[in-house]
């Protein structure tokens, strides 16, 4: 009873919210870009403009890839980050976390909604606290690209509370705005990410079944409402070109009885991982076809048969919860429901990319966390400090589980290594730890890390050609040269299972243009770029050899043809500005520059270039403001200021132009400096 008082204010349970869900993941805020980070803060055009941001729409995620993942509102909210930020990763990291303890206080506010009693808004407390700190949701955290669970868990449950609020008795414009409100969070929440789906599920078996004194013609106008708005969603989402389905490299059981034994294994494995997180992964799973395929092979799997067990347990003990009578019972059965209802889509029911995967729990978890307080809810009152001591001990030790995995996100290096000492040995995680090696200049520990890779799965493409690019490194070039002729005659067959099958192709073009022979490098990027049309890498190398052998006009055609169709892509329209100018096109080079520097909003080379011509035809004035643009882009970049002093000098404005030069030179002497402590 102290404690329910001293927790009684509203304002205090959101602050220990707030900050005990801050502090747990602040190892990761100064965590560098891991992994699929590369792409999306890094290549991905459509967050350096806000420009861009209605295009975003009509793209899937990854422009390269078989994944359908439409999430255009992950990419806005990347794109406001890179207004703020830059290619600063603090910042987005601070908004994944923010984004994440606004979602656990919207989680307190809806559970005290869901079940209007005041004794219960203690447990509702607990939940959300808890919730908050399950070290489960660190890769939706922690991991920048995992942002679309808690945007879209922001947005779902910001427009469930809403249509509480329109429910109250007030005016009729108040009400009228509510539902607005909650209808555009709700396509916002679609637009993170495809599970938003699985919240109007759960809104409307609330409303219709659990939610008190709602009529009829309430429960089938808030039908219909929902079938509207997820009408428009489909018809947003058609807006990207349709793409392949990917073919599953590791094809999973298919026969109920296999399928059956997954579903209660992946729910062995996530109960165990939300009541025990010790071993945490990233690239997990729960089943390994090799293990099934010999008579000794087969013991291998016998460490992962108990999480059936535990998958069986569980659902019983859900099925048995919800039917049992007592207090806690609507607790109980709103549990059971929410949890099975979210884990329905991930429990292997239906092909996935993966077997299981810990963010997929970022829903499901708040049901699993009510149920159990419903089971808390019927021990008797002598229990009840006892209840409350063991919710404590929990939390404390979640909370230090979630700071020590969350500086597991510190580097990319450290990442792979913890994830292979938990036991998340895969291709793709091997492979990108050889790629740092590799990096790094360590070709040797490179070259043993993708031959094992090899050994293990021997036709993965990527690990088979980052070993040639080491291999021709170290100067076994006889090698590399066969395994990229091998891997681009494969191309054709394993782009149905691997993206990125280009590279082989791209590399063994280099490797023709380094020995001299243009003619069939160039026949071979022909080939690829038949292959792969919209790959820019390829593009702009096959671009490069034109303009070497037959002149700017020949290049000028091919980079013109991928710019008319890709009119966002910043690199391509930079390209395209210096074929035209050497073509002595000026004046349309000098649009296309214009147009280059506004699709991103950070970057200076379009106009510097743009500040070249304009000194060529003796524009001073417009050289001076355009290189001041650059400057306020990049103003802690030493060229900038030596570029605005050569202008000004050439303005005769001297005493402006050694201004400039001074400040070069105090920020050349700072980054030397830091190169030094480095």
């Given at each position: 009873?102290?404690?329910?008082?001293?927790?009684?204010?509203?304002?205090?349970?959101?602050l220990?919210?707030?900050?005990l869900?801050?502090?747990?993941?602040?190892?990761?805020?100064?965590?560098?870009?891991?992994?699929?980070?590369?792409?999306?803060i890094?290549?991905?055009?459509?967050?350096?403009?806000?420009?861009?941001?209605?295009?975003?729409?009509?793209?899937?995620?990854?422009l390269?890839?078989?994944?359908a993942?439409?999430?255009?509102?992950q990419?806005?909210?990347?794109?406001?980050?890179?207004?703020?930020?830059?290619?600063?990763?603090?910042?987005y990291?601070?908004?994944?976390?923010?984004?994440?303890?606004?979602?656990?206080?919207?989680?307190?506010?809806?559970?005290?909604?869901?079940?209007?009693?005041?004794?219960?808004?203690?447990?509702?407390f607990?939940?959300?606290?808890?919730?908050?700190?399950?070290?489960?949701h660190?890769?939706?955290?922690?991991y920048?690209?995992?942002?679309?669970?808690?945007?879209?868990?922001?947005f779902?449950?910001?427009?469930?509370?809403?249509?509480?609020q329109?429910?109250?008795?007030?005016?009729?414009?108040k009400?009228?705005?509510?539902?607005?409100?909650?209808?555009?969070?709700?396509?916002?929440?679609l637009?993170?990410?495809?599970?938003?789906l699985?919240?109007?599920?759960l809104?409307l078996?609330?409303?219709?079944?659990?939610?008190?004194?709602?009529?009829?013609?309430?429960?089938?106008?808030?039908?219909?409402?929902?079938?509207c708005?997820?009408?428009?969603?489909?018809?947003?989402?058609h807006?990207?070109?349709?793409?392949?389905e990917?073919?599953?490299?590791?094809?999973?059981?298919?026969?109920?009885?296999?399928?059956?034994v997954l579903?209660?294994?992946?729910?062995?494995?996530?109960?165990?991982?939300?009541v025990?997180?010790?071993?945490?992964?990233?690239?997990?799973?729960?089943?390994?076809?090799?293990?099934y395929?010999?008579?000794?092979?087969?013991?291998?799997?016998?460490?992962?048969?108990?999480?059936?067990?535990?998958?069986?347990?569980?659902?019983?003990?859900?099925?048995?919860?919800?039917?049992?009578?007592?207090n806690?019972?609507?607790?109980?059965?709103?549990?059971?429901?929410?949890?099975?209802?979210?884990?329905?889509?991930?429990?292997?029911?239906?092909?996935?990319?993966?077997?299981v995967?810990?963010?997929?729990?970022?829903?499901?978890s708040?049901?699993?966390?009510?149920?159990?307080?419903?089971?808390?809810?019927?021990?008797?009152?002598?229990?009840?400090t006892?209840?409350?001591?063991?919710?404590?001990?929990?939390?404390?030790?979640?909370?230090?589980?979630?700071?020590?995995?969350?500086s597991?996100?510190?580097?990319?290096?450290?990442?792979?290594?913890?994830?292979?000492?938990?036991?998340?040995?895969?291709?793709?995680?091997?492979?990108?730890?050889?790629?740092?090696?590799a990096?790094?200049?360590?070709?040797?520990?490179?070259?043993?890390?993708y031959?094992?890779?090899?050994?293990?799965?021997?036709?993965?493409?990527?690990?088979?050609?980052?070993?040639?690019?080491?291999?021709?490194?170290?100067?076994k070039?006889?090698?590399?040269?066969?395994?990229?002729?091998?891997?681009?005659?494969?191309?054709n067959?394993?782009?149905?299972?691997?993206?990125?099958?280009?590279?082989?192709?791209?590399?063994?073009?280099?490797?023709?243009?380094?020995?001299?022979?243009?003619?069939?490098?160039?026949?071979?990027?022909?080939?690829?770029?038949?292959?792969y049309?919209?790959?820019?890498?390829?593009?702009?190398?096959?671009?490069?050899?034109?303009r070497?052998?037959?002149?700017?006009?020949?290049?000028?055609?091919?980079i013109?043809?991928?710019?008319?169709?890709?009119?966002?892509?910043?690199?391509a329209?930079?390209?395209?500005?210096?074929?035209?100018?050497e073509?002595?096109?000026?004046?349309?080079?000098?649009e296309?520059?214009?147009f280059?520097?506004?699709?991103?909003?950070?970057?200076?080379?379009?106009?510097?270039?743009?500040?070249?011509?304009?000194?060529?035809?003796?524009?001073?004035?417009?050289?001076?403001?355009?290189?001041?643009?650059?400057?306020?882009?990049?103003?802690?970049?030493?060229r900038?200021?030596?570029?605005?002093?050569d202008?000004l000098?050439?303005?005769?404005l001297?005493?402006?132009?050694?201004?400039?030069?001074?400040?070069?030179e105090?920020?050349?002497?700072?980054?030397?400096?830091s190169?030094?402590?480095?």
């Amino acid at each position: 009873m102290r404690l329910a008082n001293l927790l009684s204010r509203t304002w205090l349970r959101c602050l220990i919210l707030a900050g005990l869900g801050f502090v747990v993941r602040m190892p990761a805020l100064s965590g560098l870009p891991i992994w699929d980070d590369d792409y999306l803060i890094g290549e991905n055009p459509f967050i350096k403009s806000p420009l861009l941001f209605g295009e975003a729409f009509k793209h899937y995620l990854f422009l390269d890839g078989f994944s359908a993942h439409y999430r255009p509102m992950q990419n806005v909210s990347l794109g406001i980050d890179y207004l703020l930020w830059n290619s600063n990763p603090w910042g987005y990291h601070l908004t994944n976390v923010l984004l994440h303890v606004a979602s656990g206080l919207l989680l307190y506010f809806l559970l005290r909604r869901l079940l209007a009693k005041p004794s219960y808004e203690l447990s509702a407390f607990f939940i959300a606290l808890i919730w908050t700190v399950l070290p489960v949701h660190s890769a939706a955290i922690d991991y920048i690209s995992g942002r679309a669970d808690s945007l879209s868990f922001f947005f779902a449950s910001s427009a469930w509370l809403l249509c509480f609020q329109a429910g109250k008795k007030c005016h009729r414009r108040k009400v009228i705005g509510y539902y607005i409100a909650a209808a555009l969070c709700g396509l916002l929440a679609l637009c993170s990410r495809e599970t938003a789906l699985l919240w109007f599920g759960l809104f409307l078996l609330h409303r219709c079944f659990f939610e008190a004194g709602v009529t009829r013609k309430a429960k089938l106008l808030t039908l219909t409402c929902c079938l509207c708005l997820l009408a428009g969603y489909a018809a947003i989402h058609h807006l990207p070109e349709a793409r392949a389905e990917h073919v599953a490299v590791d094809t999973q059981p298919t026969t109920p009885p296999e399928r059956a034994v997954l579903v209660l294994r992946a729910l062995g494995d996530y109960t165990r991982v939300m009541v025990w997180p010790t071993t945490l992964q990233m690239d997990r799973t729960v089943l390994d076809l090799n293990n099934y395929r010999n008579k000794v092979s087969w013991r291998d799997s016998v460490s992962v048969e108990y999480l059936s067990i535990v998958g069986l347990i569980a659902l019983s003990a859900l099925v048995s919860g919800a039917l049992y009578k007592g207090n806690g019972r609507a607790w109980r059965r709103l549990g059971a429901l929410w949890f099975l209802l979210t884990f329905l889509p991930i429990s292997n029911l239906f092909d996935l990319n993966a077997t299981v995967a810990e963010h997929w729990l970022y829903l499901p978890s708040v049901g699993f966390l009510i149920f159990l307080t419903g089971v808390a809810v019927d021990f008797s009152p002598r229990f009840t400090t006892v209840t409350v001591a063991i919710a404590c001990c929990w939390l404390i030790g979640f909370s230090a589980r979630s700071y020590v995995r969350s500086s597991d996100w510190i580097t990319p290096k450290t990442f792979y290594q913890r994830t292979m000492a938990a036991g998340g040995t895969s291709p793709r995680i091997a492979v990108r730890l050889g790629l740092i090696y590799a990096n790094e200049g360590d070709y040797e520990k490179a070259e043993k890390v993708y031959r094992r890779v090899i050994e293990l799965w021997p036709d993965y493409p990527v690990a088979r050609n980052n070993l040639a690019d080491v291999l021709e490194r170290r100067g076994k070039r006889a090698e590399a040269e066969a395994i990229f002729a091998a891997s681009t005659s494969q191309a054709n067959e394993q782009r149905k299972e691997y993206p990125h099958t280009w590279a082989a192709a791209l590399n063994l073009a280099r490797l023709r243009h380094l020995d001299h022979d243009d003619e069939n490098a160039l026949i071979i990027l022909k080939q690829a770029h038949a292959d792969y049309p919209q790959i820019w890498e390829i593009v702009r190398f096959e671009a490069e050899l034109l303009r070497e052998n037959k002149g700017p006009e020949a290049a000028l055609n091919l980079i013109a043809q991928f710019t008319q169709e890709n009119w966002w892509h910043h690199d391509a329209n930079v390209s395209l500005g210096r074929l035209l100018w050497e073509e002595n096109k000026v004046a349309t080079a000098m649009e296309t520059f214009r147009f280059a520097s506004w699709l991103d909003i950070h970057e200076v080379e379009a106009l510097n270039l743009l500040v070249g011509m304009q000194l060529q035809q003796n524009r001073f004035g417009e050289a001076r403001a355009t290189q001041e643009r650059a400057v306020s882009r990049q103003p802690d970049e030493p060229r900038q200021y030596l570029l605005l002093s050569d202008v000004l000098q050439r303005m005769n404005l001297t005493t402006e132009a050694n201004r400039a030069h001074a400040h070069f030179e105090q920020l050349q002497a700072l980054a030397q400096v830091s190169v030094a402590k480095n």
